[in-house]
C-alpha cells in the first residue's frame, strides 16, 4: 500500500498542547488530534501547515520547527509527521468538533486518535 505522509500541527502556548476533537463522522470520530492534514506532493511542511490549519482552525502557521515523530495509523495508508508549528491567532474549531488547550499531563488522560496517542508518550518528561 502506497503510503499517504500527513502533518501534525504541535503548536504549544504556556506550556499547553492544541488539540481538536474530530467529527464524530470522521475515522476515529469523537477522539481528540493534533490538527494537520495531507501533504500535497511536493509541499513544504510550513505551506501545508499554513493551508490546513487556516481550514480547520483559521489560524496561520508563521513557522514549521524540527519533526518530532512519525506513526503509520493502522488500516490506514497514512504516515503522521508530527511537527513543532508556530502560529499566530486564536483557533476556532472550523472542521473539528471542539478544540481545546492541554497539558501534557492533561493529554495522557484524553482520548486520543492512535498515532497521536503514540506521540503522547513521547512527551512524557517533557517540559509542561
Same mark, same amino acid.
Given at each position: 500500500?502506497?503510503?499517504?505522509?500527513?502533518?501534525?500541527?504541535?503548536?504549544?502556548?504556556?506550556?499547553?498542547?492544541?488539540?481538536?476533537?474530530?467529527?464524530?463522522?470522521?475515522?476515529?470520530?469523537?477522539? &481528540?488530534?493534533?490538527?494537520? #492534514?495531507? =501533504?500535497?506532493?511536493?509541499?513544504?511542511? =510550513?505551506?501545508?501547515?499554513?493551508?490546513?490549519?487556516?481550514?480547520? =482552525? #483559521?489560524?496561520?502557521?508563521?513557522?514549521? #520547527?524540527?519533526?518530532?515523530?512519525?506513526?503509520?495509523?493502522?488500516?490506514?495508508?497514512?504516515?503522521?509527521?508530527?511537527?513543532?508549528?508556530?502560529?499566530?491567532?486564536?483557533?476556532?474549531?472550523?472542521?473539528?468538533?471542539?478544540? #481545546? &488547550?492541554?497539558?501534557?499531563?492533561?493529554?495522557?488522560?484524553?482520548?486520543?486518535?492512535?498515532?497521536?496517542?503514540?506521540?503522547?508518550?513521547? =512527551?512524557?518528561?517533557?517540559?509542561?
Amino acid at each position: 500500500m502506497e503510503t499517504i505522509p500527513v502533518i501534525a500541527a504541535v503548536i504549544s502556548r504556556d506550556g499547553r498542547y492544541l488539540l481538536g476533537r474530530r467529527p464524530e463522522e470522521k475515522r476515529h470520530g469523537g477522539l &481528540w488530534e493534533f490538527p494537520g #492534514g495531507k =501533504l500535497h506532493e511536493g509541499e513544504a511542511l =510550513l505551506s501545508a501547515a499554513d493551508r490546513e490549519l487556516e481550514e480547520e =482552525l #483559521g489560524i496561520r502557521a508563521v513557522s514549521a #520547527g524540527e519533526l518530532l515523530f512519525s506513526a503509520s495509523d493502522a488500516d490506514s495508508p497514512f504516515v503522521i509527521h508530527f511537527v513543532e508549528v508556530d502560529t499566530e491567532g486564536e483557533p476556532v474549531a472550523l472542521e473539528h468538533s471542539e478544540v #481545546g &488547550w492541554f497539558t501534557a499531563a492533561e493529554l495522557e488522560g484524553l482520548p486520543l486518535a492512535p498515532a497521536d496517542a503514540q506521540f503522547v508518550r513521547t =512527551l512524557e518528561g517533557a517540559p509542561g
